[in-house]
């Protein structure tokens, strides 16, 4: 996990608790996705508040095809690029 506040800010406990909460949620989605689920964005009309999806899917096509490789602060600029673009 990686901060950009300090201890004094918000407690470590109550981050890693909000981060579990968050991470349950996510379990419970990606859980209960249907196995055909497209990844193709042109398989469904999109609107302005669909950016944060559209980079997940995108972002889940380059990790499920292997063309996706991590690196320092790449995912992050990857959410942040995709949730600036216009």
Do not use: C, K, Q
């Not at 918000?10 to 196995?35: C, H, K, N, Q």
């Not at 042109?42 to 950016?51: E, F, G, P, Q």
């Amino acid at each position: 996990m990686v901060r950009n506040d300090t201890e004094a800010d918000r407690p470590g406990a109550d981050i890693i608790a909000f981060d579990s909460a968050v991470r349950d949620e996510d379990w419970y989605v990606l859980e209960t996705m249907p196995p055909d689920y497209h990844l193709d964005l042109m398989a469904n009309v999109h609107i302005d508040t669909d950016r944060g999806t559209i980079a997940y899917r995108r972002l889940l096509t380059e990790v499920t095809s292997g063309s996706w490789l991590p690196a320092d602060g790449a995912l992050a600029a990857a959410v942040d690029a995709a949730l600036t673009a216009s």
